[in-house]
Antibody
Framework: EVQLVQSGAEVKKSGESLKISCKGS????????IAWVRQMPGKGLERMGT????????RYSPSFQGQVTISVDKSISTAYLKWSSLKASDSAMYYC?????????????WGQGTMVTVSS | SYEVTQPLSVSVALGQAARITCGEN??????VHWYQQRPGQAPVLVIY???NRPSGIPERFSGSNSGNTATLTITRAQAGDEADYFC?????????FGGGTRLTVL
């Protein structure tokens, strides 16, 4: 079964660092881009950035450039999303999603989500 | 920047057809993807590239895209179809999601 499994919910304080993970299985992990998507409470979906596991080529959406770091360890089929200094406004659900093949493709497989709560 | 517009909410009677739109100038020139997000769950792809259903998605879900409007149609609506639906396109290298439509099945 093709799936993405994310790490569990996190409760942190402002200023702390955090790294959450997304492990792929059931497919060739290095052959598909992985995106991170934010969903703030009661709001829509925002793509934060995307990484290609085979060569770690990373693209950030302008709103998130410099705010987070996306990385990957292809030896364990895992992508990461990291904050060096959390803010209360980072409180949200974060999803990883596999981007399908070809240009302008859909996000065909989603992780279950990781809830991040940041208290000030 | 490119933006796509969805109605905030759509209601449909049980067993009837629901239509959810995604609008923007000349959206018909782009591929549109649709996601279903049930309460408390992750999004699920239900239509890709305008009118294609992934494996496991019922035939009741279909899509079209022409001119300035893309449409997701759900026939014979069921209680389990109650969810938020998001359209998504690419504008150059940018991913654009619609704001989402809450579908209520009456």
């Amino acid at each position: 079964e093709v799936q993405l499994v994310q790490s569990g919910a996190e409760v942190k304080k402002s200023g702390e660092s955090l790294k959450i993970s997304c492990k792929g299985s059931g497919y060739s992990f290095t052959s598909y881009w992985i995106a991170w998507v934010r969903q703030m409470p009661g709001k829509g979906l925002e793509r934060m950035g995307t990484i290609y596991p085979d060569d770690s080529d990373t693209r950030y959406s302008p709103s998130f450039q410099g705010q987070v770091t996306i990385s990957v360890d292809k030896s364990i089929s895992t992508a990461y999303l990291k904050w060096s200094s959390l803010k209360a406004s980072d409180s949200a659900m974060y999803y990883c999603a596999r981007q399908g093949r070809g240009g302008a493709s859909a996000f065909d497989i989603w992780g279950q989500g990781t809830m991040v709560t940041v208290s000030s | 920047s490119y933006e796509v517009t969805q109605p905030l909410s759509v209601s449909v009677a049980l067993g009837q057809a629901a239509r959810i739109t995604c609008g923007e100038n000349n959206i018909g020139s782009k591929d549109v993807h649709w996601y279903q997000q049930r309460p408390g769950q992750a999004p699920v792809l239900v239509i890709y590239r305008n009118n294609n259903r992934p494996s496991g998605i019922p035939e009741r879900f279909s899509g079209s895209n022409s001119g300035n409007t893309a449409t997701l149609t759900i026939t014979r609506a069921q209680a389990g179809d109650e969810a938020d639906y998001f359209c998504q396109v690419w504008d150059s290298s940018t991913v654009v999601f619609g704001g989402g439509t809450r579908l209520t099945v009456l």
